[in-house]
């Protein structure tokens, strides 16, 4: 607010009486010299902004040719790509040459921020150039592999499936230096960019938006370099992966995503592969209580299986997976695994839910196995897609007679989709598929542990390990740092004997935080469960499917360590369904508030807590969420202070800042 001004009254009767003075004049070079001195600045001003219009020029000229490699890339047409690529740098160079002109202004106070901020612009658009020639480099030994158009007849046709995911894999490591040369322009270009201040820009000119679309620009290429920096160890590492060239032998566990647990789904069933220079060979194909009556020792169930799981009193590999992360619930797996009869060494656990097999299926079309159709068309039977009907009819429905094939029915459908992915031309599927796969990693449906260290510590850097956050193991794709003013939540739901009720029941979640005078926060959360689907015939006799049952749900919600509950209400005893308090405890770097619910079909039930944090906010609010992996687009409202800032669902783990 400007300061008020003084009102300031001279009585004019007791004001002294002027005196004539003669006038003095100014002599006129004390005018015309600092005149001159302005008029000859804007004189030379003018004559340095001249060059602007032919920036101006070049820069449309190079817009231009921008757009058309573009959508060269987009086409994956390789040869247009690398003309395109020739063409703007070209049209670049021209545009550095006409700027070189209007760099003397940088000295200039305000013009010059400006005028260096185009200066970075075009060291990033060379950089980025930079990456593309390398990408083409690497690519173009392999074109005829990848299906890419403009280029010469392929003969990646030619032998089995098989045999071309061998020369993928082989060619695969001809592609690290380049990866690497790639990663140093892209940090470049990163740089440049981050030079650059959107918010010194104004929102409009005229109708023309320019500060929202710059940021929106620079958040796109930021991310972009985020998921091609944080895919570098994972790139690098995945010859090794794929077994070239020492063969390797991972599971793959199928979470059933419909019965939620702690890591994404109940362990339905397992198949082991062993990978020989990037060919899959299914070793064995198995139900989870197979494998669970192959094992010679008995395990003590822990507390968690005592207190929440219905009916059960030893611990069983299929329920190992009771740790949200993912690494310390596969050592537990392991740790049971080698008292199996007939295992294996093995490199690796890879863990894949319904989601991976419906997103495929989307892509690859349906599929027969045993005479039933595996597709993503939507069932009226569930509301869910047709492979997870006939995934749980399958092997969930009681029968009158012995299913001899059901226990191999998952390796038979990853093998088919493998058969369908290589079968044909490249460019019809595995452009989508790798979408596809990234997008799954993203979304943590896939999960990955390695024995390597190097290999883990890609997947974690590609957030591929499903790891809880702390200080000393962050994932690379996040700014996160614990005890760095962050605040923190996860929030981890385990259906312990509720049938495949998560196939039904949604949640939504409401975190409203305070930001106290202190620095220091409260928040309170709530968690509205809601299932508004009828109940299944879960009768025996009846040989109904029994997909809708009472949810009983195990809950868990990760805090910043430190973390003091004030209140709760609507958690309940799993002995007798009294209201009780939630318990409080610290793990993982974390504390945590621990309860259980009945969510009923029809019903709905509403989980409220309050806490303080240590966590301290200076100026601005920082928050992790972490998904649970195996959930789906559960809705999330951020309030800070009362205030909604942010709804969304949540897909990955997503930071924000306010």
Known sequence: MPQELKKITIDTAEAPKSVATPKKRIPWKFIAIPLGIVLIALVVIGIMLLPLRGVVAKAKDLSVSARTTMDAVKSQDLEKTKAGLIETRVKLTQLEAEYKKVLPLKGIPFLGAYIADGEHAIKAGFAGLTAGDKAIEAIEPN????GLKGTKKSTFLEGTAEDRLQFAVKTMSALIPKIKEMATSVDTLRKELGAINPNRYPEKIGKTVIRSKMVSAFNVIEEMANLFVNAQPLLVNLPALLGEPTEKRYLV????????R???????????????????????ADDIYALDASITKKFTAPREILTFHKGVYTLNIRDSNLSPDYKLSMQQFEKMYTYASGKELIDGIIAVDTHVLVEALKILGPMYVYGREFSAVIDKRCDCPKAVYELEDYSTRPVGYVREARKDIIGVLLQQILRMALGVSPSKYWGNLFQMLI???????????FHDGEAQKAAESFNLAGRIMTASESAAVLKYKEGDGWDYLHINNSNMAGAKSNMFVASYVTK??????????????????????????????SGGLCLNAPL?????VYTPAGSKLVDNKGAISPKDGKPITLDTYDSLGKTVFEGFLIVNPMGTVKLELSYTSPVKSQGTYKLLIQKQPGTNDEEYSIKLNGKERKRAPLVTDTEYIF
């Open 552 to 556: 009983r749900n195990w809950v868990r």
């Open 439 to 449: 997008a799954e990693i993203n979304q943590k449906h896939i999960l990955a542990y």
């Open 512 to 541: 409203d935080t305070t930001v106290n005078s202190d620095g220091t926060i409260t928040t309170k959360l709530t968690i509205d469960y809601k299932n508004p689907y009828p109940g299944s015939d879960c009768g025996l006799e």
């Open 253 to 260: 566990l199928f979470q059933n995503d419909k019965e939620l």
């Open 262 to 284: 702690s890591t994404g789904g109940f362990i339905t069933a397992y198949a082991q592969f062993r990978m020989v220079k990037g060919k899959p060979i299914l070793e064995k």
């Open 143 to 146: 074109a005829d592999l990848l």
